[in-house]
C-alpha cells in the first residue's frame, strides 16, 4: 500500500475535497484523483463518493478510523529519524567527577536540555578511573574525568583546570599564615578523598616529596563532601575552589604555594568515536563550550 495515497487520503478529508488537498500538496488534481483509485483499488473499495459534495464511505470512514494511527506514527517515526540525523534526537550517555557533577554541570546540562529537548541525556557520577573503564566497555559516550592513562583507545580534551585550595576550621592553628605549604599539612589532621582519586594520587606524591612522617588522616569518600567534614572540625582539607560557592560558615580558605595539585580535567571519548557525532557531538560541543566559559568565569572571580 503506498503510504503517499494514504496520507493523500487523509488531507482530502481534512481539507474537504480533492482540490484544496492538490493545492496543499502540491500535486496536480490528477495525481491526487490517480493516487485514491490506486488505493480504492488495492482496498477493494470505495472510499470517497464521487459527486458534487463529499461524502466518505462506510469503508472510508472505517479506513480513516484506523488508518490515522499508522499515519501518526509514521510521521513521527520520520521526525525522530530527521531528528536522528541532524543530532536533534537520541540519547547520550554522559559520565561525570566530583565536584564538576554537583557544581558545574547542572546549569550547562539545563541550558542543553532547554535548546534540544528530544535528547535524552543520563549522568553517571563516579571517578575517573571508573569512568574511564566504563567507555573502554562501551557503557558510556562522554565522560567529564581528569586525563586517562597513557595508551588507552581514549581520546582526551582539556576544557578546564579545577585550582585547589586549603579549607581549614575557622580556629584551625594554619589559619594564622597567608599561604600554606605541603609540608605544613603534615602536623595537621588531613581529610582526604578515596585511594583511586587522581587527586589524591597527586597529593600523596606531593607529602612524600616533602619528607616527613605521613600525616594523620581520614578518608572521606567524596569530595563534594570534604568541606562539610571539615566546617565539623574534624581536621583541613584540599578541596576544589569551585566547591566553597558557598563557602561553608565557621570555614577558613587559605592558597596553597604548591600549585601542582590543581587538577585538569576535560571531555573523554573513545579514540575511534572523535569527533562524536550526531546528539552526543551536540552534547559535547556545548560541554566544551559551557565549561570553558565556566572556567574562565572562575578563574576572574573573588579567590584567595
Not at 34 to 61: N, P, S
Not at 75 to 103: M, N
Not at 265 to 293: F, H, M, N, S
Request: aromatic share 6%.
Amino acid at each position: 500500500m503506498d503510504l503517499k495515497a494514504v496520507k493523500t487520503f487523509h488531507r482530502i478529508v481534512a481539507l474537504g475535497g480533492f482540490n484544496r488537498a492538490a493545492e496543499e500538496l502540491n500535486y496536480a488534481q490528477s495525481t491526487v484523483t490517480m493516487q485514491i483509485q490506486k488505493l480504492e483499488a488495492e482496498l477493494g473499495a470505495r472510499l470517497i463518493e464521487r459527486g458534487k459534495t463529499f461524502e466518505l464511505t462506510e469503508a472510508g470512514r472505517l479506513f480513516l478510523e484506523q488508518s490515522a494511527p499508522i499515519v501518526r506514527d509514521i510521521d513521527q517515526l520520520q521526525d525522530t529519524i530527521t531528528g536522528l540525523a541532524l543530532g536533534e534526537t537520541g540519547d547520550v550517555r554522559l559520565g561525570v567527577v566530583e565536584p564538576i557533577a554537583s557544581y558545574r554541570l547542572p546549569d550547562i546540562l539545563a541550558g542543553f536540555l532547554r535548546d534540544y529537548p528530544k535528547i535524552r541525556v543520563s549522568v553517571t557520577i563516579a571517578n575517573s578511573p571508573t569512568l574511564c573503564r566504563q567507555l573502554h566497555r562501551g557503557e558510556l559516550d562522554l565522560a567529564l574525568c581528569s586525563p586517562p592513562p597513557f595508551g588507552t583507545d581514549l581520546h582526551f580534551e582539556p576544557v578546564l583546570t579545577e585550582r585547589f585550595v586549603v579549607l581549614l576550621p575557622e580556629n584551625h592553628p594554619l589559619t594564622d599564615k597567608r599561604e600554606i605549604a605541603v609540608s605544613d599539612l603534615r602536623k595537621h589532621r588531613l581529610l582526604i578523598t578515596s585511594a583511586d582519586c587522581p587527586y589524591r594520587r597527586k597529593l600523596e606524591t606531593l607529602l612524600q616529596e616533602s619528607g616527613g612522617h605521613p600525616p594523620d588522616t581520614v578518608e572521606i569518600g567524596s569530595m563534594s563532601a570534604l568541606k562539610y567534614y571539615v566546617k565539623s572540625g574534624i581536621g583541613c582539607a584540599l578541596v576544589p575552589w569551585s566547591v566553597l560557592c558557598p563557602q561553608p560558615d565557621g570555614t577558613a580558605v587559605r592558597p596553597l604555594q604548591e600549585d601542582r595539585i590543581d587538577l585538569t580535567c576535560g571531555i573523554v571519548c573513545k579514540a575511534a568515536e572523535y569527533p562524536p557525532r550526531l546528539a552526543a557531538g551536540k552534547l559535547y560541543r556545548w560541554l566544551k563550550e559551557e565549561l570553558a566559559r565556566s572556567a574562565a568565569s572562575s578563574a576572574v572571580g573573588t579567590q584567595p
